[in-house]
Structure formats: C-alpha cells, structure tokens
C-alpha cells in the first residue's frame, strides 16, 4: 500500500487555509436540524445531508463510496470500495485527497481516539488496517472473520460487528477480539454505533430487519423489531439516546431517527442510494459523538 502524504497533514484544523461562510453556516448544526455526510453507494457520491429533506452533492467519485467518518476541522474521511481507496475532502476548500490505497473493498472507518490515526475495515481480506499519522499503513486484525462496523465507547474501547461469527466483538489495542455477545447468531450484521447515554451498541441487521442492542460489556443482546425497508445500513447515535439508521430497498434509502427511550421512529430524509451516515458537529476540533475523546487541535 502507499500514502500520498501524512494522515497528519489532512486531519489538521490548520492546514484548512480559509473558510467558505456560506457552507460553514450550512455545515453548523441547528435545534431543528441533523447534519450528516453520507456515501451514495449506488450513484457515486458524498452526500451532505440536513434533516429533513434536504442534501447535495459534495463530490462525484464516479465509484461505490462506502464508510465515511467526519475528522477534525470537519474534513470527511470515506472508502471506495470498488478501487479500494480512502480519500479525504475539505468540504471548504472542495479538495478530495487520496490518503491510502491498495485496499481489496474498503467498508468502514472509525477515527482512533487522539485522532492520529484510522482504522479500515477491509472486508475483500477479512482485515483491519491502521492508517497513521506518520503514512504508515499496518495490520491491526489479520483475519479470519469478516469485520463491519467499527465504533468506540466513551472508555475508549474497540468494537466491531464479526459477521463470520454473528457476533458484536471488543478488540484489545492489539487487534486480538478479547470478548463477543453471546449466541446465538445475529443476523447479517452490518454497521455498527454507540451510544453514550445508553452506554449500548446497536448494530443493523441488513437482512432481518432488525436492530441489535447490546451493553459495552457485550453480555446480552437485546432484538428491537425495525421493519423500514428490507436492507438496514448505516446506523450513527448523537451520544445523547437516539439514533439514526439508514434504510430502505438498496436503491432508495431513508434515513430514519429513532428514539431509544420511547421506541419511536421517525422518518427523515430519502436519499438514493445512501450506505453509510455521520454527524457533522460544530466546532473546527470534533469531539467524537458518543465518547468522551476530544481530538487535540
């Protein structure tokens, strides 16, 4: 693999030369609204999604654009599976940088508390790998299982859907899986969040319509019926109790929020093709929703 140039030098708040007011005020989030960026897996495109009903193109990648985060200074990081790519644009500047590549199919990302490096989950090789700030790209899980979904608790934590063992699983900083939700197996795990008031996981089923919940201790799962749509995708939480999930055919998504505490759902957005969603929060450093790890400027 190669990297075009250091992690460093993309996830900084300083290297951002000015500002564009006009997106910076779209970009700020509002009582009313939720702001995502999102990957249109189906026509090629990162999304900047405002709840309700409404998003834009930031970019045509003329690819399958799967996991996309959202890193300090508000830059988004996101994968294209089919070229096996990460690629990182400056919503401000409109600038998309190729960070690392030589991947088999890219799937999720998640930034690694301290905001040095990322991880990639590479489905196409059943791996991890570490992208660092320093351009160094490693192996962090070298197999067997298939992973999806990658998110940290606020103690800093790793976890991951192992879809090889139908599983929720916790890595140690070595990359060995050092725990996993009890049997029997989930279903078609796909993506993965947390959330900090719940202290739970939840994770989407793509196939059985369902949603799965699970303490960070990973001793029980929890099965919440979420019939919308017969795919379930991206899922992200606002730290706060409710969570956002995308589904729908494959083809036509919605993004959906629901409420934890209530079990109420509500639909917001349809957006062709939508895969993977994350909040955009204010502010030129992010604090990584759902965890208590702030990102040195």
């Not at 196409?124 to 998110?151: A, C, E, M």
Request: aromatic share 8%.
């Amino acid at each position: 693999m190669q990297i075009s140039s250091r992690f460093r030098k993309f996830l900084s708040y300083t290297s951002i030369a000015a500002f564009m007011i006009t997106l910076l005020a779209a970009l700020a989030p509002t009582a009313s609204a939720v702001n995502f960026a999102g990957t249109d897996n189906k026509n090629g495109k990162l999304l900047y999604i405002q709840t309700p009903n409404t998003e834009f193109t930031l970019e045509t990648v003329g690819a399958q654009p799967v996991g996309v985060v959202v890193a300090p200074g508000q830059l988004m990081i996101y994968a294209i599976s089919s070229v096996g790519e990460v690629h990182v644009f400056n919503p401000y500047t409109k600038a998309d940088t190729l960070l690392a590549k030589g991947f088999t199919t890219p799937t999720d990302i998640v930034v690694e508390p301290g905001c040095e490096s990322i991880l990639v989950s590479d489905i196409g090789v059943n791996k991890i790998f570490q992208v660092t700030s320093s351009g160094v790209v490693s192996t962090f899980y070298n197999g067997p299982d298939t992973i999806r979904g990658l998110v940290y608790d606020s103690n800093a934590n790793l976890f991951a859907n192992d879809v090889s063992a139908g599983a929720i699983v916790q890595f140690t900083t070595q990359g060995t899986i050092t725990a996993q939700t009890p049997g029997p197996a989930l279903t078609a795990l796909d993506s993965l969040t947390y959330d900090q008031k719940t202290n739970s996981l939840f994770a989407t089923s793509n196939t059985g319509q369902v949603l799965y919940q699970a303490p960070d201790n990973l001793s029980s799962v929890t099965t919440i019926p979420f019939a919308n749509g017969p795919e379930l995708e991206g899922i992200t939480s606002n730290g706060s109790g409710t969570l956002y999930v995308v589904g729908g055919n494959g083809t036509t998504n919605n993004i959906y929020q629901y409420t934890v505490s209530t079990g109420v759902t509500t639909k917001l957005n349809t957006v062709p093709g939508l895969d993977r969603i994350s909040i955009i929060a204010s502010g030129p450093c992010l604090k990584s929703l759902g965890t208590d790890q702030s990102c040195g400027e």
